[in-house]
């Protein structure tokens, strides 16, 4: 089976060194929003609702710079002012 690493990119860059061994790449897809969720839910970065993208890069290597990258979630918001 493959391995996916996990890399979030929020200003804390936190990367993934073990990774998971999934079937393919559907199973990837439906671990990384599983986890982008519970991350996004233990607390966002301040300048998240100002449009700084939040992203999860799931790669085939621990190491952002080289391997192939499988696919990108990125999540921004925009609070729009009050009234």
């Known amino acids: 089976m493959p391995r996916f690493h996990f890399h979030i990119l929020n200003g804390k860059n936190l ?3 073990d990774g998971i061994e999934l079937a393919d790449i559907e199973a990837a897809k ?3 929003v599983r986890v982008a969720g519970t991350v996004l839910g233990e607390g ?3 300048d998240f609702w100002w449009g700084t993208a939040w992203e999860m890069v799931v790669k085939d290597t621990p190491e952002l710079q080289s391997g192939r990258t499988f696919f990108t979630l990125t999540f921004s918001a925009t609070e729009e002012p009050s009234k």
């Open 15 to 17: 990367y993934d060194d």
């Open 44 to 46: 966002l970065p301040p």
């Open 30 to 32: 439906i671990e990384a």
